[in-house]
T-cell receptor, first 116, second 112 residues
Framework: AQKITQTQPGMFVQEKEAVTLDCTYD???????LFWYKQPSSGEMIFLIY??????QNATEGRYSLNFQKARKSANLVISASQLGDSAMYFC?????????????FGTGTRLQVFP | DAGVIQSPRHEVTEMGQEVTLRCKPI?????LFWYRQTMMRGLELLIY????????DSGMPEDRFSAKMPNASFSTLKIQPSEPRDSAVYFC??????????FGDGTRLSIL
């Protein structure tokens, strides 16, 4: 069963606008972690933001924020004030217990294109 | 701080040849992961190590693939013999404790 679902294969947004990339997850554990990574066309994987399942506040890192809705099992990435350099693939990932494995499960990704 | 370092960045070789991909994790990280990324299958975990010991190699596609981590600062992924379907981008990542995984820049492998 797919544990991380990203239903938007592609998204378009105009520069300076905000955009939300969707991610839903499936787990029966109470303790887990959620991550977002960015992969620009140059290919590297860049860590963006992390949300722990027990964190009461939504995570924020600069222009990135995570809209965490635990009951809905969603962890959407919000990018505010989009820039042309935000054009990339974005992957949602989850880490489940036992944490000593440190394994991540990745979604299939969303390709974001920012236009002027 | 130096990130995860992979070499080579690009590799083009003929079918049947041995291919060795190399990875230097971030100093102090005790987990190391090898991933493969293709258009068809996305990002797949091949194998991971904890404190230099292989923990889970269930993602290794077949016996032609092998991985080693002789010490805390070096790991290799070997394909012998290589086949065209092995063409992909191979990533190495490392992590420690609750920290996120940090990825290398990847090796783009083409098997002709």
């Amino acid at each position: 069963a797919q544990k991380i679902t990203q239903t938007q294969p592609g998204m378009f947004v105009q520069e300076k606008e905000a955009v939300t990339l969707d991610c839903t997850y499936d787990t029966s554990d109470q303790s887990y972690g959620l991550f977002w990574y960015k992969q620009p066309s140059s290919g590297e994987m860049i860590f963006l933001i992390y949300q722990g399942s027990y964190d009461e506040q939504n995570a924020t890192e600069g222009r990135y924020s995570l809209n965490f809705q635990k009951a809905r099992k969603s962890a959407n990435l919000v990018i505010s004030a989009s820039q042309l350099g935000d054009s990339a693939m974005y992957f949602c990932a989850m880490r489940e217990p036992p944490y000593n494995t440190d394994k991540l499960i990745f979604g299939t990704g969303t390709r974001l294109q920012v236009f002027p | 701080d130096a990130g995860v370092i992979q070499s080579p960045r690009h590799e083009v070789t003929e079918m049947g040849q041995e291919v060795t991909l190399r990875c230097k994790p971030i100093s102090g990280h005790d987990y190391l992961f090898w991933y493969r990324q293709t258009m068809m299958r996305g990002l797949e975990l091949l194998i991971y190590f904890n404190n230099n010991v292989p923990i889970d190699d269930s993602g290794m596609p077949e016996d032609r693939f092998s991985a080693k981590m002789p010490n805390a600062s070096f790991s290799t992924l070997k394909i012998q013999p290589s086949e065209p379907r092995d063409s992909a981008v191979y990533f190495c990542a490392s992590s420690s404790g609750d920290q996120p995984q940090h990825f290398g820049d990847g090796t783009r492998l083409s098997i002709l």
